[in-house]
């Protein structure tokens, strides 16, 4: 009987990829033990995520290209995840528990398959609605070429640190909040390349003090280039939540923008549609990009519609002077419009 090598074992294991993603699971370093004896092979593999699927999966992909090795009788295969996290949405991200921060309990990120619809607007009103109703919350930006949370948050200092050289967040109308605009003079450009990025990124999930949060919104950058799947596969990620227009040329780049997140496992929390219709002053109603095209593509695809923001001009003026709209008059139909749908967002982690 030929003898099996644990360099055969490890580059038979090449050819099994991580769910969702082009890399095989050597390359993720995830194989921790490997024995061979006399036809035998056992395989020990840590993971750090938790989604069973994607446990159950790779098990079942390394035990047959193992067990087609020439010599081979008998194969085991143990996989070991950790506990899932808690409130996280069934089929949770096999990206969930990467660096995962103690005292984050949900991770949502905000996106958009394209500039212009107003991603950032949702993002901060929908922070500021969670906190109205009672949760903890941060608000990461991670566009680090347009930082746009600082102005619309009224905020215009730098964090300190505290004792352990962590940087303290910024807290403004009961949210938490980082982003790449604290850091930076006025008007001074980022010129960096992908790897500064996620390290960045990184290190604003990992150097910030950002003590206990029942939800932390990722504002990401527009579109769904090659930053943007770094940063979902960079930021543990309990779901997303995609902002379009009603406008067909806004739709098919949703379709982008979801299958972004399918590729890197996130589960999709759901649809918002903004500039859904403007209400003149004598009470007509103007369909200015068209209507209800957000609420046709959440059911064609199956996903929860979490609801739709007409075109207010009071939502403009409080981005524009750094009190949005549910600060200063949650009470009126804008701000109502963003405390319903954190209501929806807070039902979909069944909160």
Known sequence: ????????????????????????????????????????????????????????????????????????????????????????????????????????????????GKGGVGKSTVSVNLACALAHLGSRVGLLDCDIYGPSIPLMMGVNQRPGLSADEKMIPITSHGVKLMSMGFLLNDDQPVIWRGPMIQRTIQQFITVVDWGELDFLLVDLPPGTGDAQLTLCQTVPLDGGVIVTTPQEASLGVVRKGIAMFEKVNVPMLGIVENMSYFTTPNGE??????????????????????????????????GDKGVPIVVSAPEQSPGRVFLQIAENLRKRFGT
């Open 285 to 318: 109603r103007v369909e200015i990009f068209g209507h209800g095209g957000g609420r046709k593509e959440a059911e064609r695809l199956k996903l929860p519609f979490l609801g739709e923001i007409p075109i207010f001009t009071s939502i403009r003026e409080g």
């Open 1 to 112: 009987m030929s003898l099996i090598s644990k360099e055969t074992i490890t580059n038979a294991l090449k050819a099994v990829k991580y769910p969702g993603y082009s890399r095989d699971i050597i390359s993720f370093g995830l194989i921790k033990e490997v024995t061979a004896h006399e036809g035998a092979v056992s395989v020990t593999m840590q993971l750090t995520s938790a989604n069973a699927e994607a446990g159950q999966q790779i098990k079942a992909d390394s035990e047959r290209v193992l067990k087609a090795l020439p010599g081979v009788t008998h194969v085991h295969v143990e996989v070991n995840q950790p506990a899932a996290a808690p409130g996280a949405p069934t089929g949770s991200s096999p990206w969930a528990s990467q660096n995962r921060v103690t005292g984050i309990q949900r991770m949502v990120a905000v996106a958009s």
